[in-house]
């Protein structure tokens, strides 16, 4: 199975860098999802990856008694997932913005500070 | 004596908390600082003159050798009493000079700083120390140079001035620290004592090598001279007490000072007479070429410098004396010269040498000044530029087999400074005055009495050269000679040789001046062989290095986000793919093949293709849908690989972030596509080549054993220590409890920041 994981998050990278080098903002978005997408699953697949045995104790026991899947990862990306959200929908409204001022969406129109209210 | 040397600075940093009160009449308190500090040093003469140096030492910084100690002995308190008795006069003639200038009180304070700063300079007996003062007045000469900052000429030269300076001061500072190593102390006076060691050591070459650098970068030495020209964009003050008098004469404080540690070897001597003969007979044929007072000004210092470098580089009894008092001459007279030159300036508003004449019928007590000043530079007897071109003369004549060729030298140099003076100090004065300078009139007596009082200073120094005899030359020439003879001053020697020397000089001097007139011609004429100038080629080069840095920065800062995407991807790609290649073999393990089920398939199967769509759709909404397919995908990965929680909150949030671009997608730019094929097949090709590296470093990692250590700590721990059986959670909220504190502070300005963008209302302008 990990081969084939390998072989999405391949997929999940060459898709995000694709669509970041885009000139499109909205590409440039959907990229930086894509890459965050891969990102994780690239910390959960090297955290190895367990079937069906979630890092919760049985509720008898203190402790495990058995192997289980590596909690660690799991934090790290729990974490990640919100923040890549908190960055999803602040870029999200300033690209609508920045259109609705800038009236491009054109990254190549915007790299300069000062020529918009020419 | 520290409180002394740094009050300038003191006074220079309580400026700006005064500013309003001292623009008007009140910065006549600046002229005051250099009165008392005049007075103060004067009151160690007796002790100087008995040959008792006054020390003092503070505590800086030991445990690098460098400490606040100084030192006054004939050889500072020449220049001591330059620096404070010539900043008196320069105080005083830039308040009538600069009156009514908006910003006289930071003028006044730039000048200050200059003059403490030179103080430290010439009294430290540290070498670090003097290197600090040494830089600190270069800094404040930019500043000084670059007043008029509303001129671009004006910033230019003060840029050039600091940029070969400042170069000079890193070729100090490293001859400085090799002095101190080789020498064992940062002590003047404890390196006196090594001084034959240091000389046989082998790092004496590059020692004074350094050293000369530094000197000659200060003190305007061929082919450093042509900052000094360009510094005369500066006010007349500054000209005359920077360029002339004090700052440019550090460099020859340095070979003085050091002289007695380094020199008298066949590098330093040959090295120095070279390099300042030269320069005095490069800048005097230069100075015949001026039309500008000042710049016909600036050009005869340079001459003078290399007299002073050429005469210390003789090294003799005689030289060492003629430059000495070639030092003083050369201050009186030349400060003179360009406090005239300031005031024809500000009362004519030329300084055109070609258009003033007959001046001296509407201000004679200037023109007396002038006059006087250029006789003292001619050398006439019985002026005290007599006494030491007397001595200039006796030192060349009685160098070996040298002699003439040193004192041909030394005569040409002369005759061309003598003119330069006559052009300057007396033509001006002289013939008919043009109607235009009609209204012309004498300024205030601050103006005109400053370059009175050192010309006349000039005359009476001639006359009566026993008034310093004793009590100036002698310590000052006891501090740089290692003899310790008794010198004598003397105005009239007889008729002899050097007298005969002297009186050609002078009658060949004012021939000149008399047959050849300046003019345009002649001036465009010499310009021809501008290109060649040293000044030409480090203006060449910096424009080159310049414009590269513009190439260069234009090449990887080019404000195209992708550009930099690419560079740094297309780098990090060649690195690791060269890593790889190199180091590590693949290995694919049989089992990563096991488990497969059809369901998992199938939910791969779904998300490659949808991470198809989402990058060649051409419409948005399919993008975003795909985009979403993909999220919850992952989600059931999540759930099939035992992490319940993450996949809950992938699929929370990706529902979150698709309703989020539905709902603002009527208000999103059209689904462009801008770029060409060709650009898109490089981007894709780069983007293949990333993702394929991505996987098979995630392959290699995974054949790597995994250390669980820490994940063993939480699973035992999770229940015991924190009550919770979820792990995960348990992690979260409490193992590492902070960090999702900061997580949450994170959601919430990004929530403040949507929040206000989007209630944001936009101002007419911004519609626009």
Redesign the interface.
């Known amino acids: 199975?990990?081969?084939?994981?390998?072989?999405?998050?391949?997929?999940?990278?060459?898709?995000?860098?694709?669509?970041?080098?885009?000139?499109?903002?909205?590409?440039?978005i959907?990229g930086l999802?894509?890459l965050g997408?891969?990102a994780?699953?690239?910390i959960?697949?090297?955290?190895?990856?367990?079937?069906?045995?979630?890092?919760?104790?049985?509720?008898t026991a203190?402790?495990?008694t058995e192997i289980?899947?590596?909690?660690?990862p799991?934090?790290l990306?729990?974490?990640a997932?919100?923040?890549?959200?908190?960055?999803?929908?602040?870029a999200?409204?300033?690209?609508?913005?920045a259109?609705?001022?800038a009236k491009?969406?054109?990254?190549?129109e915007l790299?300069?500070t000062d020529e918009i209210?020419e | 004596m520290i409180i002394a040397i740094l009050s300038g600075f003191i006074l220079a940093a309580i400026v700006p908390f005064f500013s309003p009160y001292l623009k008007k009449n009140a910065s006549l308190i600046f002229p005051l600082l250099p009165l008392l500090l005049f007075g103060y040093f004067a009151s160690f003469f007796p002790r100087i003159k008995n040959g008792d140096p006054v020390s003092m030492f503070y505590d800086w910084v030991p445990s690098f050798g460098v400490d606040l100690s100084f030192r006054l002995d004939g050889l500072s308190l020449l220049f001591v009493l330059m620096i404070t008795g010539i900043g008196v006069l320069v105080f005083f003639y830039t308040f009538s000079y600069m009156k009514g200038h908006e910003y006289i009180d930071r003028f006044y304070a730039f000048l200050c700083m200059f003059m403490a700063s030179m103080l430290g300079l010439v009294l430290s007996d540290n070498i670090i120390t003097l290197f600090i003062f040494w830089e600190l007045t270069s800094i404040s000469s930019f500043f000084l140079i670059g007043f008029n900052n509303e001129e671009p000429a004006s910033r230019k030269s003060a840029l050039l001035a600091l940029s070969i300076t400042g170069l000079g001061g890193f070729f100090l500072l490293a001859g400085m620290i090799l002095l101190g190593t080789v020498g064992g102390s940062y002590s003047i006076q404890e390196l006196l004592s090594s001084s034959e060691a240091i000389k046989s050591n082998s790092l004496y070459g590059g020692i004074i090598f350094f050293l000369f650098i530094g000197a000659f970068t200060k003190s305007a030495q061929f082919p450093f001279h042509f900052w000094l020209p360009g510094a005369m964009k500066a006010p007349t003050p500054v000209s005359t007490y920077l360029h002339s008098a004090t700052m440019v004469k550090a460099g020859i404080y340095l070979l003085a000072r050091f002289s007695p540690v380094l020199g008298d070897t066949f590098w330093w001597n040959s090295t120095l007479v070279t390099v300042g003969a030269i320069t005095m007979l490069y800048a005097a044929i230069h100075a015949l070429f001026r039309l500008d007072l000042k710049g016909i000004l600036a050009y005869s210092t340079i001459s003078a410098l290399g007299i002073l470098v050429f005469l210390i580089g003789l090294g003799t009894d005689e030289a060492l004396l003629a430059a000495g008092v070639f030092i003083l001459v050369h201050a009186l007279y030349k400060a003179t010269l360009f406090l005239v030159a300031g005031i024809i300036d500000h009362e004519t508003g030329t300084r055109d040498v070609t258009v003033l004449s007959g001046l001296g019928k509407v201000m004679l007590p200037v023109a007396l000044a002038g006059i006087l000043a250029a006789l003292s530079n001619a050398g006439a007897p019985p002026f005290f530029g007599f006494v030491g071109k007397d001595l200039i003369y006796e030192a060349t004549m009685q160098y070996g087999e040298w002699a003439v060729v040193l004192t041909g030298a030394a005569i040409v140099t002369n005759i061309c400074l003598l003119f330069a003076g006559l052009l300057a100090g007396v033509k001006p004065f002289i013939g008919a005055l043009p109607e235009k300078f009609g209204k012309v009139h004498l300024p205030s007596p601050l103006m005109w009495v400053p370059p009175l009082i050192l010309a006349s200073l000039g005359l009476v120094f001639g006359l009566f050269p026993s008034l310093i005899e004793q009590s100036l030359i002698q310590p000052l020439f006891s501090s740089i000679s290692k003899s310790g003879t008794e010198i004598h001053l003397k105005l009239w020697h007889g008729f002899n040789l050097i007298f005969g020397l002297s009186m050609t000089t002078l009658i060949l001097g004012t021939l000149l001046f008399w047959k050849l007139k300046p003019s345009k011609n002649l001036f465009q004429k010499a310009f021809r062989f501008e290109f060649l100038s040293p000044e030409r080629l480090v203006g060449h080069f910096a424009r080159g290095f310049s414009g590269f840095a513009r190439i260069w920065t234009g090449f990887f800062q080019n404000g195209y986000l992708r550009n930099y995407v690419i560079t740094i991807l297309g780098f990090l790609t060649v690195l690791l793919a060269y890593r790889l290649y190199n180091g590590i073999g693949f290995q694919i393990k049989a089992e990563m093949f096991e488990n497969v089920t059809l369901y998992e398939i199938i939910v791969l199967l779904i998300m490659a293709v949808s991470i198809v769509f989402t990058v060649f759709s051409t419409s948005r909404l399919v993008a975003v849908a795909s985009l979403g397919v993909i999220g919850y995908s992952i989600c059931l990965i999540f759930l099939f690989y035992s992490a319940p929680d993450l996949a809950m909150t992938q699929f929370s949030i990706d529902t979150l972030t698709v309703i989020l671009f539905v709902l603002v997608i009527y208000n999103l730019p059209k689904y462009n596509t801008f770029s060409s094929t060709p650009i898109r097949i490089r981007d894709g090709i780069l983007s293949v080549f990333f993702g394929l590296l991505i996987a098979v470093l995630t392959l290699e990692v995974l054949n790597e054993p995994l250390n669980r250590e820490t994940s063993e700590f939480y699973a035992q721990n999770a229940y015991t220590l924190a009550k919770g059986k979820n792990v995960v959670n348990v992690i979260l909220v409490d193992f590492r409890g902070f960090d999702t504190l900061g997580e949450i502070s994170v959601l919430a300005i990004a929530a403040l920041g949507v929040f206000s963008l989007l209630k944001l209302r936009l101002k007419s302008i911004e519609k626009e």
Do not use: H, W
């Open positions: 199975m990990e081969i084939l994981l390998i072989i999405i998050i391949g997929l999940l990278y060459a898709a995000g860098i694709y669509m970041m080098l885009r000139r499109s903002m909205v590409k440039l959907i999802i894509l997408n891969g994780n699953m690239l959960f697949l090297l955290g190895r990856i367990v079937k069906g045995k979630p890092p919760i104790i049985e509720s203190k402790m495990f289980y899947a590596d909690p660690i799991q934090a990306i729990l974490t997932i919100v923040i890549s959200f908190g960055l999803q929908s602040f999200i409204i300033l690209v609508k913005r259109y609705k001022v491009t969406d054109d990254l190549d790299n300069t209210y």
